[in-house]
Every structure is written in structure tokens, then in C-alpha cells.
Nanobody, 123 residues
């Protein structure tokens, strides 16, 4: 599946952004979706994930209480609403898809990736 992420940009500390990721597939509901982020020199970090039907969501420690993942299975789109952003949230954010019922938290488990969108939070 091809993924196209968008919505990144420059925001001040405490601000909000909403990332979007559109999937090019006729069977979007076959995929668990997730967001990861990466800064230079570090491993890709799990941010949030959601099961194929949206019934369960999972969050990395850095995202809990501030970020919300959602999906629209009609629009083949997954979103990441990010509130109360902090400078340490600065990273390239990637959406990922993996077919199946599970929602892995490790980047190596995902076979499809978007191109990444840069989020910069200024202090």
C-alpha cells in the first residue's frame, strides 16, 4: 500500500498540529495504521497506532495525554492530532501500515511507509 503523509510544519511550544496520511488501497480496513517519528541518529520511535477498525488505540509514552490517533475508513486516511507540542517532539513523522489484526509497536514490523513529514516545535 502506498502512503502519503502531510500536515507537518513549524509550530511554537504549546501549539497543535494535525498530521494526515492517505493510503492508496481498496482494502484500507485490512490494515493497522501507526505513526512513528525519528530524529537523526536515533531509532524510529513508536508514537501511536490503531487497529483496522479503530476499535483499539495504542500510544507511546511520549504521546500519551497529548496526541490522538484516528482514522476515516471511508477516506482511507489516518490522522494524528498533536496538542501541547514540545521542542522534544521535533522529528520527522512517518505513517505506517501493516495488514492484520495486530498493531505492532516496532517499526520493523511494518511493511509500508509514507515519505515522512517534518514537525518542528520552537521554544
Amino acid at each position: 500500500v502506498q502512503l502519503q503523509a502531510s500536515g507537518g510544519g513549524l509550530v511554537q511550544t504549546g501549539g497543535s498540529l494535525r498530521l494526515s496520511c492517505v493510503a492508496s488501497t481498496r482494502v484500507f480496513t485490512s490494515y493497522a495504521m501507526a505513526w512513528f517519528r525519528q530524529v537523526p541518529g536515533k531509532e524510529r520511535e513508536f508514537v501511536a497506532g490503531m487497529t483496522w477498525d479503530g476499535g483499539r488505540t495504542y500510544y507511546g509514552d511520549s504521546a500519551k495525554g497529548r496526541f490522538t490517533i484516528s482514522r476515516d475508513n471511508v477516506k482511507n486516511t489516518v490522522y494524528l492530532q498533536m496538542n501541547n507540542l514540545k521542542p522534544e517532539d521535533t522529528a520527522v513523522y512517518y505513517c505506517a501500515a501493516e495488514a492484520g489484526l495486530d498493531t505492532p509497536r516496532t517499526h520493523t514490523a511494518y511493511g509500508s511507509w509514507g515519505q515522512g513529514t517534518l514537525v518542528t516545535v520552537s521554544s
